[in-house]
């Protein structure tokens, strides 16, 4: 079946660090990759998305690239801020729904 | 306007009370999503809604109970829950369930407490 896996975290980096945030993904087919963000005490906001292999999607400085030959879809951005701080899911959609990674937790230090 | 909207934000319920939550979308879309999202962990899907229609229901126990009156709103009937359905209840819709590509917007989400 479809599933997602990502890194665990929690991650902690210094304000202007750059950021890597792993995901995999197992599906039959092409399924479309997407990149959500869930700030504390809110619901999901998509980050990013990316439609078929080598597509790079890009949203306020964030980047990932679907790896077609690595099934992966890792998140990266060259130099986080404070107010980056949240939880990142990756996402793919699957034949009938969308299918969540656990999340992985972002702590920026000023 | 890509905003999906839901009310109330927050809700505490004893477990022989009846409520309801509701979420409303004006982007057009024709596909509607309730998920159950627990601390610390991904959105759960509950049901989806294609075209008015109830399209899956994930086994969801029946003291849940959604309702789609018309393409922008989406209600969740509750009665009689458990202490362990407190959680974040979330809204989402999409252009169309069967659109590849097609992203999900979620609302804001509505925090329930069950006592």
């Known amino acids: 079946g479809n599933s997602v896996t990502q890194m665990e975290g929690p991650v902690t980096l210094s304000e202007e660090a750059f950021l890597t945030i792993n995901c995999t993904y197992t599906?039959?087919?092409?399924?479309?990759l997407f990149w959500y963000v869930q700030y504390p005490g809110e619901g999901l906001q998509l980050l990013l998305k990316?439609?078929?292999?080598?597509d790079k999607g890009s949203n306020k400085g964030f980047e990932a690239t679907y790896r077609k030959e690595t099934t992966s879809f890792h998140l990266e951005k060259g130099s986080v801020q404070v107010s980056d701080s949240a939880v990142y899911f990756c996402?793919?959609?699957?034949?009938?729904?969308?299918?969540f990674g656990t999340g992985t937790r972002l702590k920026v230090l000023a | 306007d890509t905003e999906v909207t839901q009310t109330p934000k927050h809700l505490v319920m004893g477990m022989t009370n009846k409520k309801s939550l509701k979420c409303e979308q004006h982007?057009?879309?024709?596909?509607m999503y309730w998920y159950k999202q627990k601390a610390k962990k991904p959105p759960e899907l509950m049901f989806v809604?294609?075209?008015?229609?109830?399209?899956i229901n994930e086994s969801v126990p029946s003291r849940f109970s959604p309702e789609c009156p018309n393409s922008s709103l989406l209600n969740l009937h509750l009665h009689a829950l458990q202490p362990e359905d407190s959680a974040l209840y979330l809204c989402?819709?999409?252009?169309?369930?069967?659109?590849?590509?097609?992203?999900?917007?979620f609302g804001p989400g509505t925090r329930l407490t069950v006592t």
């Open positions: 989402a819709s999409s252009q169309d369930r069967w659109l590849a590509g097609a992203e999900q917007y």
């Open positions: 809604y294609s075209y008015e229609k109830l399209s």
């Open positions: 982007m057009g879309h024709r596909a």
């Open positions: 990316a439609t078929k292999a080598d």
């Open positions: 599906a039959t087919g092409y399924p479309s």
């Open positions: 996402a793919l959609r699957g034949t009938y729904k969308y299918i």
